[in-house]
């Protein structure tokens, strides 16, 4: 998101200026005689948020909310997702509370949604196209069909974040999604290896970087220009783990979640497995499509003072997330009777790259630290579960901490230094815990 971009909720938009949302959100303009005529892009995106195709859309009046999404508590319902905490609506961006990422696999519908702009409408998964071209022998225009047919079809549990996890933390605030630990999830997904493609493409020893196309839509309604396009080296793109998937944990991917096609680069920002995919553009030079430049996805090389202006020229692209981990269970504020207070906690832990060599608890604000019994990965890029039991020396106020340590050595802090957009928060996870006497 550029520094002028502002996100804003329907509600909020509607009641500065009902026209202006209108033609801002769903693409509705004023034609002469006719108030508030939805355009086709407009009326797709708005059957997404609703979940349902609309068949009098063409009475609809300008500035109109739909009462299911002016009638909830949050701004809307998100079909197909249940306990997500939205962030914002426009684009959609929602995240999922700690205690409801307890699952070794995660859910569909408790995957978060990171949206740049507004998804395609109706998709018909058979007819979806895939072209590859750039610096290739032979482009190529694939089915899904030609890709389970022509490919070896793999699945993997496969870490998925955004590189904005933890920006809600920052002091000064950063601008962008205020995310707070939620933007986080590994599911299985299912598809064909990346590199297999390529390959079949007759990649060149000239290609350096891929870019990647998506059917979502800007926020301005503009249909050339794309909401983000980013890439990835060819070195990622070869990696085994790396994916075009077309599953998620052994059904369709969610609509908000890209399908019928995306990337999934594990172990990078979420921002590298482009969603909706419909063109990877194999490149000779870095690629240089939406939010590849400027300051999108990127720190700064060197420690900064927090508020401290740093020139673009000295921001290096985000590839690998640092090590972390989330304590799942119990939920923060649980209260223990004194008779009840040897606890059994548990979370995950992953670390990018790299795995995670162990985990430690700590119950009295970091002055002693407990080893957690920590699993392997169900395979590489998969985070790892790990579980602690706990026992409270007396009645009180506890903070739980979790710090992980990844194979490198890298240990988890218990704050990060300050950096101009808010990405990388790895600081350690803490809930609170109560026991009564």
């Not at 002028?4 to 909720?9: A, D, L, S």
């Not at 999934?264 to 939010?291: E, F, M």
């Not at 795995?355 to 590489?380: C, H, Y």
Request: with cysteine; hydrophobic share 40%.
């Amino acid at each position: 998101m550029s520094s002028q971009q502002v996100e804003r909720g329907i509600a909020e938009l509607y009641a500065m200026d009902p026209e202006r949302a209108d033609a801002s959100i769903f693409g509705r303009r004023v034609d002469a005689g006719r108030r508030g005529f939805l355009q086709r892009s407009g009326l797709a995106a708005m059957s997404v948020l609703l979940g349902s195709s609309i068949p009098f859309w063409r009475n609809m009046p300008g500035g109109l909310i739909p009462a299911a999404l002016a009638d909830t508590a949050e701004p809307f319902v998100i079909p197909g997702k249940d306990g997500l905490r939205v962030l914002n609506d426009r684009p959609l961006n929602a995240e999922t509370p700690a205690h409801l990422l307890d699952d070794r696999i995660t859910p569909v519908e408790r995957h978060f949604i990171r949206n740049n702009g507004f998804p395609p409408g109706a998709i018909n998964a058979s007819d979806w196209r895939l072209i590859i071209d750039g610096e290739v022998d032979q482009p190529l225009e694939l089915s899904i069909a030609d890709m389970r047919r022509d490919f070896a079809v793999v699945t993997y549990a496969l870490q998925l974040e955004c590189g904005g996890n933890g920006r809600a933390a920052f002091n000064p605030p950063a601008r962008g999604n205020q995310w707070t630990v939620g933007a986080i999830g590994n599911s299985e997904w299912t598809g064909v290896r990346y590199r297999d493609l390529l390959r079949a493409a007759g990649i060149k020893d000239s290609a350096v970087y891929t870019g990647h196309y998506g059917a979502d839509t800007h926020l301005s309604g503009q249909a050339d220009k794309p909401p983000i396009s980013r890439g990835i080296p060819i070195a990622k793109a070869m990696d085994p783990h790396t994916l075009v998937a077309f599953a998620m944990n052994g059904g369709p991917i969610h609509a908000m979640n890209g399908a019928p096609l995306r990337i999934v680069a594990p172990g990078w920002p979420g921002s590298c497995s482009q969603k909706w995919l419909n063109r990877i553009w194999v490149r000779k030079v870095i690629h240089d499509g939406a939010k590849m430049g400027g300051t999108s996805y990127r720190v700064p090389r060197y420690r900064v003072a927090p508020g401290q202006e740093v020139p673009e020229q000295h921001f290096r692209i985000i590839e690998s997330m640092p090590v972390k981990s989330m304590i799942t269970f119990p939920r923060s504020g649980i209260e223990l009777s004194r008779g009840d207070s040897t606890l059994v906690i548990r979370g995950h832990a992953w670390a990018g790259e790299a795995a995670v060599r162990a985990v430690d608890i700590s119950m009295d604000f970091g002055a002693t630290w407990q080893r957690a019994t920590l699993e392997a990965p169900a395979n590489k890029y998969s985070w790892q579960h790990w579980r602690a039991a706990l026992a409270f020396p007396a009645p009180g106020y506890y903070e739980l901490w979790s710090r992980a340590v990844d194979e490198l050595g890298r240990m988890q802090p218990f704050a990060i230094d300050w950096n101009p957009k808010g990405y990388l928060n790895n600081s350690m996870h803490r809930i609170a815990v109560r026991v009564t006497g």
